[in-house]
């Protein structure tokens, strides 16, 4: 396999032997390979523990032993939550505090509990072994290749197979969305141009509600406006995630290409219904494990 193609899977982060041998053949290791889906975390978090935190160090103390450049991809949801606009005094677009580099941890599920971990060991290699690693920690990814358990996928695979599409609650949680091409060109940008022992920030200024979002899909898919089922809410559902990217703006001159969000979610509904190869032998069991949790 060539230099540059050398691939590590989610269930293969521990196996220190494999894990050596690649890195030490690699000229860069850019860690994406978690598990990462909350609601799983919350059935059981151990794989979580195991995937996220151990793994993490298997890979870091590789990357040390060979003196090769980390970069460590993280999320937002290690800051915790912000509070809904609606909720603050003269609510409304642009208003409302944001994530930034210098935000406290307060992470509140086990998933992002064991990513703030994960980062906190990047933190203390670098400064105890001199590590060369960049952090990034970015907002919600949408758009081709998604896991069909996340919330963009499954709403579009489930009208695709003739499913109600399924929304949390109230819907008024807020995500800020980011399309995927824009997280990994900001990744190649730190990679190539970001200073060692730094942390930036991820998010393209795309803050909508859950069900706007839904209400979005379903009007691109010919859908009724009113055509989900509201379900049982996630428990402590983080309310709102927003992220300030000026750092990675400014210092590294990255902009997002996806502004219209619109766009790349019509973009990410027709790669879905041109693909059903891809997802359509798992959608089952991925609907099963959700009707089993009343969702
Ligand atoms: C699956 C599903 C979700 N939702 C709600 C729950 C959330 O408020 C929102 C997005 O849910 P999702 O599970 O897709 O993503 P988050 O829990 O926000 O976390 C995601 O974005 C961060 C940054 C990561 O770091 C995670 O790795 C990534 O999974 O939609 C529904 O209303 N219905 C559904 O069927």
Redesign the pocket.
């Given at each position: 396999m060539p230099k540059d193609k050398v691939e590590l899977v989610v269930g293969d982060i521990c196996d220190k032997d494999l894990v050596d041998k690649l890195v030490s053949q690699a000229d860069a290791v850019v860690h994406y390979a978690?598990e990462?889906?909350?609601?799983n975390s919350l059935i059981d978090p151990t794989p979580f523990i195991q995937t996220n935190i151990v793994g993490t160090s298997v890979l870091i103390n590789a990357c040390r032993k060979y003196d090769v450049r980390y970069h460590h991809i993280s999320?937002?949801?290690v800051y915790g939550d912000l509070p809904l606009r609606e909720d603050l005094p003269g609510h409304g677009e642009g208003k409302g505090e944001k994530f930034t580099p210098e935000s406290p941890y307060r992470p509140s599920s086990p998933?992002?509990s064991s990513?703030a971990s994960s980062d906190l060991l990047v933190r203390a290699w670098v400064r105890s072994f001199g590590l060369r690693a960049t952090i990034s920690n970015?907002?919600?990814?949408y758009g081709p290749y998604q896991h069909i358990?996340?919330?963009?996928p499954?709403?579009i695979t489930n009208i695709l197979s003739g499913i109600r599409p399924?929304?949390?609650?109230s819907?008024k949680?807020v995500?800020d969305w980011i399309h995927t091409n824009d997280h990994s060109r900001a990744v190649w940008d730190i990679l190539t141009k970001g200073k060692i022992g730094e942390t930036y920030l991820i998010g393209a200024d795309g803050e909508k509600n859950?069900k706007e979002v839904?209400e979005m899909i379903l009007e691109l898919m010919g859908q009724p406006k009113d055509a989900y089922d509201q379900?049982k809410d996630?428990p402590r559902?983080?309310l709102r995630?927003a992220i300030d990217a000026t750092k990675l703006r400014t210092e590294l001159g990255w902009e997002p290409e996806f502004t219209d969000f619109k766009t790349g979610l019509q973009h990410t509904i027709d790669w879905y219904t041109e693909h059903q190869d891809w997802w359509k032998d798992e959608k089952a069991a991925v609907e099963a494990k959700?009707a089993k949790n009343g969702?």
């Open positions: 978690a990462s889906h909350n609601d999320t937002d949801e998933y992002s990513k970015c907002s919600n990814n358990e996340k919330f963009i499954r709403q399924k929304l949390y609650g819907g949680n995500r859950n839904l379900v996630r559902h983080d995630y959700y969702q």
